[in-house]
């Protein structure tokens, strides 16, 4: 019956719709998982740069107290 034939084709064109979404959405899902390690890591790195400008003001404050 052609009917069935139509219905098949529905279904199967239904779940490929589906499909496309879900791996859409995977897409983008990864893509802020990663964006958002590139934030973590610029975080750290920016830390770790203020954490050595204040050990070395912190020298630089004991080398003058040294010397006078």
């Known amino acids: 019956d052609h009917r069935d034939l139509h219905l098949s ?3 199967q064109r239904q ?3 589906r499909d496309r979404a ?3 959405q995977k897409k983008q899902e990864k893509e802020a998982a990663k964006a958002a390690a590139r ?3 610029r975080e750290e790195e920016h830390a ?3 954490a050595q400008k204040a050990a070395l003001a912190a ?3 004991e080398a003058l107290e040294l010397a006078a």
């Open 59 to 61: 020298k630089a404050l």
């Open 9 to 11: 084709l529905r279904r």
């Open 15 to 17: 779940m490929c719709i």
């Open 48 to 50: 770790a740069k203020e």
């Open 39 to 41: 934030l973590r890591r």
């Open 22 to 24: 879900e791996s859409k």
